[in-house]
């Protein structure tokens, strides 16, 4: 049984900074793309961030120089690091877990809900 168990998230003031973690069970993890999601109230599911199974990683240009994604293998465990917050950054966010070679596989979390407000 797959799965992703979101953690970290809560309230916090703009500027201010939260850690998410996101922990994967049944799955070969370093197999695993690993990405971060958000959903906003009444927006579309985007992407955050991604990192590759060999450490390149991608982010939208909204979490370029504010946003840091990392994995742990050892600990089949993908982070987001998130400097300077601001409100708009309010959303409930995912982890995705992807796999496209040789059988497409993909894996979503519950979301852990990050609340950017004064």
């Known amino acids: 049984q797959v799965q992703l168990v979101e953690s970290g998230g809560g309230l916090v003031q703009p500027g201010g900074s939260l850690s998410l973690s996101c922990a994967a069970s049944?799955?070969?993890?370093?197999?695993?793309?690993m990405g971060w999601y958000r959903q906003a109230p009444g927006k579309q599911r985007e992407l955050v961030a991604r990192i590759l199974t060999r450490g390149s990683t991608n982010y939208a240009d909204f979490a370029k120089g504010r946003f840091t994604i990392s994995r742990d293998n050892a600990k089949n465990t993908v982070f987001l690091q998130m400097n300077s917050l601001k409100p708009e950054d309010t959303a409930v966010y995912y982890c995705n877990a992807l796999k496209t070679w040789p059988t497409r596989f993909e894996y979503w979390g519950q979301g852990t809900q990050v609340t950017v407000s004064s």
């Open positions: 049944g799955i070969s993890f370093d197999t695993y793309s």
